[in-house]
């Protein structure tokens, strides 16, 4: 069954470097996204992004973050200067069209020291 | 105003009895659907099951039901005989604009942790 993956599993970073998250989307899926979990708290819309380019983003998405699919497989969340509230799981999610449910990857989780 | 509501923080339930963990929600867009996911203490987000909101019947899946009250917004979510293996977090989201007016960002609720006693 096809899913999404996630690399790396765990990232521990130090506090204003620069991180990128991985994903690998479902191949035939049309749209992308990026969720956040702080620790204890709800699943949070950070992006989605379709036909190469970003068609939604939260306030939470600021100047910080960026998405770029380089290439026609991987989909990237890059983290310019962490801070320490960045520290989250992050989630993937792809999506085959508007009536069908995301599939969630297994999540990264970043620390921030 | 919140568009996903679960008040229940936690909730427990014996193993093989049923369980209902409760969501509301918010919308005024009349194309919607709504979902429940289940995050084991493992972390991955697993689909359980989706509710649009033109269709007539409530949606199932295996022991999974969703009691869909349209009226009263409220998309509860019913276990039937509950096992170990469904002690985890469960969280109802919502997408709106199905009718192709959105990219299909889903917005979560907080969440209930259900227990399930031996």
């Known amino acids: 069954e096809p899913e999404v993956t996630q690399t790396p599993s765990h990232q521990v970073t130090q506090m204003g470097q620069e991180v990128i998250l991985r994903c690998v989307p479902i191949s035939n899926h049309l749209y992308f996204y990026w969720y956040r979990q702080i620790l204890g708290q709800k699943v949070e819309f950070l992006v989605s992004?379709?036909?190469?380019?970003?068609?939604?983003k939260s306030e939470i998405f600021d100047d910080q973050f960026s998405v770029e699919r380089p290439d026609g497989s991987n989909f990237t969340l890059k983290i310019r200067s962490t801070k320490l509230e960045d520290s989250a799981m992050y989630f993937c999610?792809?999506?085959?069209?508007?009536?069908?449910?995301?599939?969630f990857g297994p999540g990264t989780r970043l620390t921030v020291l | 105003a919140q568009k996903i509501t679960q008040t229940q923080p936690g909730m427990f339930v014996q193993e093989k009895e049923a369980v209902t963990l409760d969501c509301t929600y918010d919308t005024s867009d009349p194309s919607y659907g709504l979902f429940w996911y289940k995050q084991p203490s493992s972390g991955e987000m697993i689909f359980l099951i989706y509710?649009?909101?033109?269709?007539?019947q409530n949606a199932t899946e295996g022991r999974y039901s969703l009691n869909f009250q349209k009226a009263r917004k409220s998309a509860n979510l019913v276990i039937s005989a509950s096992q170990l293996g469904d002690s985890a977090m469960y969280f109802c989201?919502?997408?709106?604009?199905?009718?192709?007016?959105?990219?299909?960002?889903?917005?979560f609720g907080q969440g209930t942790i259900l227990t399930v006693h031996p």
């Open positions: 509710q649009g909101s033109y269709d007539q």
């Open positions: 989201a919502m997408r709106e604009g199905l009718d192709g007016t959105s990219y299909g960002k889903l917005t």
């Open positions: 992004f379709y036909n190469n380019e970003i068609s939604e």
């Open positions: 999610a792809s999506l085959a069209d508007s009536y069908n449910e995301q599939f």
